[in-house]
Nanobody, 125 residues
């Protein structure tokens, strides 16, 4: 399984970006997916997650009301729409697939087995 993350870039504070995570297999649709981020010198933190059915989502407090996670299982793709971006959102963003088939959302990175390569998001003030 390969995950391809894309959509990062440089944006001014208050701007928007949409990240995409596309999988190489159709079974992607049967797994929860999460976005994590890691800023220089900081730990990797979960940003958002979505269940395999899209029925459930999770957001870190720092992004609630600004970010939206969604998925299109027909395209084997999960999206992260990021609005009202702040300089503190600057990080490398990674998508990851939950390790358990039809498993519930989890917030620990150890619960995810396949990871994308990361896409850089830089928000200037």
């Amino acid at each position: 399984v390969q995950l391809q993350a894309s959509g990062g870039g440089l944006v001014q504070a208050g701007g928007s970006l949409r990240l995409s995570c596309t999988a190489s297999t159709r079974t992607f649709s049967m797994y929860a997916v999460a976005w994590f981020r890691q800023a220089p010198g900081k730990e990797r933190d979960i940003v958002a997650a979505i269940s395999w059915s899209s029925a459930y989502t999770y957001y870190a407090d720092s992004v609630k009301g600004r970010f939206t996670i969604s998925r299109d299982n027909n395209k084997n793709t999960v999206y992260l729409q990021m609005n009202s971006l702040k300089p503190e959102d600057t990080a490398v963003y990674y998508c990851a697939r939950r390790s358990r088939l039809r498993g519930e959302i989890r917030i620990r990175g150890e619960e995810y087995d396949y990871w994308g390569q990361g896409t850089q998001v830089t928000v200037s003030s």
